[in-house]
């Protein structure tokens, strides 16, 4: 039971150019969220998902795109990379999004970007 | 979701009890206060949450005032493993969006 994983776990990008940060987990988990972590500012909610084929929007979702394809993974794309996007970036999978008393969010390692 | 209150940073000693407040003055009635803790390079990591009694468990103990506007996190025996960031979320049961997380309390435990 690997939990949360995430790859790559450093990447540098030149600005404008695309990729895919992975998330993956073996929990059955039906809601994952991807966030990005930026000094000062704690964690922000990018998009989620609370189950494969349904995604929606967080806080910060411009610039990014996530897709659910399947329950185990939840990938996510920067189209067009830019300076700003430059942060620490952590997926989550938690196993219900409504049953509170069980409800705790399990967090990958976290991918570090920077963008030049 | 409420918004939190949470000192920028505390010390403590080896040993001792780490006490880490937070205040959530606007709390709601079906909102529970969570709590998370980030350790260097790691992603957050679940503690403890409740709703309005006190919980403990194997890592920590919340206590929740009366009025629920404010609680304190307690390491009991702080260890040099717990310096980390701990942030205070309060959140609704039926809240749409998940866990946002504000600036947190860095925590340096001391030999």
């Known amino acids: 039971n690997a939990g949360v994983t995430q790859t790559p776990k450093f990447q540098v990008l030149k600005t404008g150019q695309s990729m895919t940060l992975q998330c993956a987990q073996d929990?059955?988990?039906?809601?994952m969220s991807w966030y990005r972590q930026d000094p000062g500012m704690g964690l922000r909610l990018i998009h989620y998902?609370?189950?494969?084929?349904?995604?929606d929007q967080g806080e910060v979702p411009n610039g990014y795109n996530v897709s659910r394809s399947t329950t185990e993974d939840f990938p996510l794309r920067l189209l067009s990379a830019a300076p700003s996007q430059t942060s620490v970036y952590f997926c989550?999978?938690?196993?219900?999004?409504?049953?509170?008393?069980?409800?705790?969010?399990?967090f990958g390692p976290g991918t570090r970007l920077l963008v030049l | 979701d409420a918004k939190t209150t949470q000192p920028p940073s505390m010390d403590c000693a080896e040993g001792r009890a780490a006490n880490l407040p937070c205040n959530h003055s606007?709390?709601?009635?079906?909102?529970?206060v969570y709590w998370y803790r980030q350790i260097h390079s790691q992603g957050p990591q679940y503690i403890i949450h409740?709703?309005?009694n006190n919980e403990t468990n194997e890592m920590a103990s919340l206590i929740i005032t009366e009025d629920r506007k404010s609680s304190t996190l307690i390491l009991p025996h702080a260890t040099l493993r717990d310096t980390a960031v701990y942030y205070c979320?309060?959140?609704?049961?039926?809240?749409?969006?998940?866990?946002?997380f504000g600036g947190g309390t860095r925590l340096m435990v001391k030999p």
């Open positions: 929990m059955n988990h039906e809601y």
């Open positions: 998902s609370v189950g494969a084929g349904i995604t």
């Open positions: 409740g709703l309005k």
């Open positions: 989550a999978g938690q196993a219900s999004p409504t049953v509170v008393l069980v409800e705790t969010q399990y």
């Open positions: 606007t709390i709601s009635g079906n909102e529970y």
């Open positions: 979320i309060v959140r609704a049961n039926n809240a749409g969006n998940m866990l946002t």
